[in-house]
């Protein structure tokens, strides 16, 4: 796949950018001697009397070992696995291991996928793989010379496990801490050999989250539970129509409420500051404001969609072309279609919030964020203070889904803090500013044109419409038009086609804040492949996975998965009235994923679930319960999505404002979700969003098949449904 992309003027398809990240391209030396800790800005000064051997890497005399971690959590499991590979590696005891989040330093902890500090696109365990499993084997090379060193044996005759040093011959043993301080003065190793698979003793078992005891018990501190002493409280309401300013503001009622110590106005946003929560929020109700609305204020949908379907009737740029499309397209039944995907919201269940304690020469924050780095950083730019002189903690994520890769968060709270005159607060969002002022996922519009010729699909043009999120986000990956995240799945769809262009044209929605939602370019792009692929399926009068399945070519990993989950789903077998099945495939973030939903129409248009397959080939399964759960997750979001899932405008501002109207999958419409996974040699792919691709197109298919109705849009018409199914 990656050898057939070809894109124009240098630009890469993500998973290009991805892979050669992983193969060393993008990677920062991770061989970092232990004095070079302290070194960079806000760097934990605690590895005096430690074992440092890098930047992930802490042992203390006891032989407790502090593994920190590169990459936040945000329930995806992530802290297992990266500890699960580094204390593969380094035969850590696991009964001594303890987390740390990793503090904002680029130079240490840059994710190898973006060249930046972030979680996010599935790439945590993928990017940092290699890296990780070099750091844990490059401290272990070093305890084993410091050992044989002290035995005065040959270091091939010593062996490693659970935090010790064995040497069988002599019966002798020695724990890692009593090592640390010889190992501290060995320069480390270049070339470590790594662990052969077969010897590993964690990697590939089901292991209970280091996360799951404390978010039990209630322990686990999320930003939103971080306290100060002194500290207020305050929420915020941004003008409700996009663009828009404070214009007046009477905040007599809201200062009677009993607990309110302050209004604050800015440019484009109100807050009230409380004793606690309750006196804030009661206090911004209170609040009289009126707003001066600006020219959005008439924006509606309509509009919008109004400004994308016609931008779509232009070309895009080429970013793959193989063989000559145009005459592909006329040699053959030609057949048109269009597909689309609203705005979506995050709606995580922690809503967002930052505590910012702002001095005259320093500032401090504590929140859950995916960019930590970028927070101090712009932190830095707005208050005007040294870098160094911004403190963030990090903390466990109430679900990101990529709306925390954003730090408007922590800006907007730094901005109220300016007017604390040095009191610490915590801005928290209520759930309605949390919707209505979210970072939206993009609409798309999605334009396809193919040619079938004897029962395969022969020619397929394929047009992308949206914004670019990355041209703001990360620039980089914005080059000569093209937005690498929003081909991604589009340029290496798996399909073997000869004659094959994608265009990307980029459409920025007028006032509405875009960025980055779970499943990214591919939860566009595997919606409208893999939905068009069952309507060509029907005008070629093939059964759709057999028709996917002809057209696979070199895809041995994905074939697999597809026959399997086929298998397991019961693929084939009669099913009652108005009940269908629906397929999807897709190699997205490096994972190879085959999906069947099951799903009912009753004729007044709504859809039950009944049952979801899915086979996945992810690789090298680190934790493969984790993995599971990441499947099982990622299918009820992306669902979620599928049935209720919209964001309106209407006069310049969203309409939704909560769950009653920005509706979330319930517990009583789950269906059966059966998950088989493949085991695999290959590095790990990204788990967390494939399940969110898959869901919506296999679900739309299932859709299909039992009413004949081929929908085109997200999230289902329930209506369109009931009419077809009446007239």
């Not at 290496?492 to 509405?512: G, K, T």
């Not at 998950?675 to 679900?699: D, M, N, R, Y």
Request: net charge neutral.
């Amino acid at each position: 796949m990656m050898q057939a992309t070809k894109l124009i003027s240098g630009a890469i398809a993500r998973r290009d950018f991805i892979k050669g990240a992983a193969a060393g391209g993008f990677l920062l030396a991770f061989h970092v001697p232990a004095r070079a800790i302290n070194e960079p800005e806000q760097e934990p000064d605690d590895v005096q009397g430690k074992f440092a051997p890098n930047a992930f890497i802490r042992i203390d005399k006891t032989g407790a070992t502090t593994l920190v971690m590169p990459q936040v959590e945000m329930g995806q499991g992530v802290y297992t696995g990266v500890a699960m590979i580094l204390a593969e590696e380094l035969d850590a005891d696991p009964t001594k291991i303890l987390l740390e989040h990793a503090p904002p330093n680029e130079k240490l902890y840059a994710n190898p996928a973006f060249g930046i500090q972030a979680t996010g696109g599935s790439t945590s365990l993928r990017a940092f793989w290699m890296p990780l499993r070099k750091a844990g084997a490059t401290a272990r090379a070093m305890l084993v010379q410091a050992a044989a060193q002290r035995w005065q044996v040959d270091r091939a005759s010593c062996t490693t496990a659970r935090g010790e040093v064995s040497h069988s011959a002599s019966n002798r043993k020695l724990t890692y801490g009593v090592l640390i301080d010889a190992a501290s003065k060995i320069a480390p190793p270049k070339n470590v050999p790594l662990k052969d698979p077969a010897q590993f003793a964690l990697i590939g078992t089901s292991q209970k989250r280091f996360d799951t005891p404390n978010k039990v018990n209630g322990k686990v501190i999320y930003g939103i539970d971080a306290m100060v002493p002194g500290m207020k409280f305050a929420t915020l309401a941004s003008c409700p129509v996009f663009g828009g300013k404070v214009a007046h503001m009477n905040e007599a009622a809201a200062k009677a409420v009993p607990g309110v110590q302050q209004v604050i106005a800015l440019d484009d946003m109100v807050a009230v500051v409380g004793d606690h929560m309750w006196a804030a929020k009661k206090g911004l109700e209170a609040l009289k404001v009126s707003w001066a609305e600006g020219e959005h204020a008439k924006l509606s949908s309509a509009d919008i969609w109004q400004d994308i379907r016609t931008a779509s009737q232009k070309d895009g740029v080429i970013a793959k072309s193989q063989g000559d499309v145009e005459k592909g397209l006329s040699n053959g039944q030609r057949f048109e279609a269009d597909y689309e995907l609203p705005f979506l919201a995050h709606a995580t269940m922690e809503p967002l919030n930052c505590t910012v304690w702002l001095k005259e020469d320093s500032c401090e924050l504590w929140l859950g964020t995916q960019i930590i780095a970028r927070v101090q950083q712009t932190t830095a730019a707005l208050t005007g203070l040294p870098i160094e002189k911004i403190t963030v903690h990090n903390h466990l994520i109430g679900g990101g889904f990529g709306r925390r890769l954003e730090p408007d968060m922590a800006l907007n709270a730094v901005r109220i803090a300016q007017q604390m005159k040095g009191v610490p607060v915590k801005v928290v969002w209520t759930r309605e500013e949390d919707i209505q002022q979210d970072i939206f996922r993009p609409i798309y519009r999605n334009v396809i044109s193919a040619s079938l010729a004897g029962g395969k699909v022969a020619a397929w043009k394929y047009k992308v419409c949206g914004a670019s999120i990355m041209a703001r986000w990360l620039p980089p990956a914005f080059q000569k038009g093209i937005d690498i995240d929003a081909i991604d799945s589009a340029v290496d769809m798996p399909y073997d086609i000869p004659d094959f262009q994608v265009q990307y044209l980029r459409v920025e929605p007028r006032a509405v804040p875009t960025g980055f939602w779970r499943g990214v370019g591919p939860n566009n792009n595997v919606f409208a492949i893999e939905s068009f692929m069952d309507e060509l399926a029907r005008k070629a009068g093939k059964d759709p996975i057999a028709f996917r399945r002809d057209m696979l070519g070199k895809q041995p990993r994905l074939m697999a998965a597809l026959d399997l989950v086929a298998a397991k789903s019961d693929w084939g077998k009669p099913l009652p009235a108005r009940v269908g099945r629906g397929a999807c495939v897709q190699p997205s973030f490096g994972s190879f994923i085959a999906t069947v939903v099951e799903a009912e129409v009753d004729p007044q248009g709504e859809v039950v679930l009944r049952r979801i397959t899915t086979a996945a080939d992810v690789g090298t399964l680190v934790n493969p319960d984790s993995v599971e759960a990441q499947l099982q997750g990622g299918l009820v979001f992306g669902l979620t999505a599928a049935l209720y899932g919209e964001i309106s405008i209407k006069k310049g501002r969203v309409e939704q404002s909560n769950f009653n109207d920005y509706r979330m999958l319930r517990i009583d419409q789950m269906p059966k979700i059966d998950v088989h996974l493949i085991k695999s040699g290959e590095p790990p792919g990204g788990v967390g969003e494939t399940g969110t691709t898959a869901g919506p197109p296999a679900l739309r298919n299932a859709i299909f098949a039992a009413t004949g109705v081929a929908l085109k849009r997200l999230p289902i018409d329930r209506d369109l449904l009931a009419r077809r199914s009446n007239s």
